[in-house]
């Protein structure tokens, strides 16, 4: 059941340029959105997140863009450099029963990104 | 390196095997995660612990699954009867407690190739 849609699956762009990659989710109970990205070998290393409360979140090169209507959000790479080559992973989560942790993450399917120099 | 360690890197066993792995957490953590990712795919979570209280389990941790964490400290995978299916990297992950929405550190996962 693929309830986050991650898009495109791959992605190039030159130095410099500007990477966009999408999310759609589907569960409404959704309300907390983090982008991991994820290096050859390694574990997912959490990027930037963003709750439902705010349309958009900007922290260095890196902007979520959340539309709560259209159940949509994206992660833009402004100024993108070969060092951000890596795979993107999308991902929504809701509290836990207690309210304790957004643990739980339901991931898209990932967005391979290859900077060219 | 302070981070989440996971033990074996990698494990390859033959079909109908059984396997552990191992994780250990931030040592201030308190909530851990186990996760798994097939190849081109989002992981997926498996289970997660609070302290030593294995608080939920996803339906794709099958009877074949056991996931410990005794003493709240490090964490044990075993999967029992291993089949070509369950080949995958196993990631573990913990948080702290402070804050719902504390970040997910994760670990560099155990890759399982099941011949």
């Known amino acids: 059941q693929q309830q986050v849609k991650q898009s495109p699956q791959s992605l190039i762009v030159q130095k410099g340029g500007i990477s966009i990659i999408n999310c759609a989710y589907e569960?409404?109970?959704?309300?907390?959105f983090p982008w991991y990205q994820q290096f050859p070998g390694k574990g997912p290393a959490l990027l930037i997140a963003?709750?439902?409360?705010?349309s958009e979140k900007k922290e260095g090169r890196f902007t979520i863009s959340f539309n709560k209507s259209a159940k949509q959000f994206s992660l833009h790479i402004m100024d993108s450099q070969p060092g951000d080559s890596a795979t993107y992973f999308c991902a929504a989560s809701r509290a836990n029963a207690g309210g304790t942790s957004y643990g739980k993450l339901t991931f898209g399917q990932g967005t391979i990104l290859t900077v060219h120099p | 390196d302070t981070g989440v360690s996971q033990d074996p890197r990698h494990k390859i066993t033959k079909r109908g095997q059984n396997v552990t792995f191992r994780c250990d957490p931030i040592?201030?953590?308190?909530?851990l995660y186990w996760y798994r990712q097939t190849l081109g795919q989002g992981p997926e979570f498996l289970t997660y612990f609070q302290n030593e209280a294995q608080l939920e389990k996803s339906r794709l941790l099958s009877d074949r699954f056991s996931a410990e964490r005794p003493k709240g400290s490090f964490s044990t995978l075993e999967i029992q009867r291993t089949e070509q299916g369950d080949s995958a990297m196993y990631l573990c992950?913990?948080?702290?407690?402070?804050?719902?929405?504390?970040?997910?550190?994760f670990g560099n996962g155990t890759r399982l190739t099941v011949t």
């Open positions: 963003i709750r439902p409360d705010v």
């Open positions: 569960n409404t109970a959704f309300d907390y």
């Open positions: 992950a913990s948080s702290s407690s402070q804050g719902a929405n504390s970040p997910l550190h």
């Open positions: 040592s201030e953590h308190n909530r």
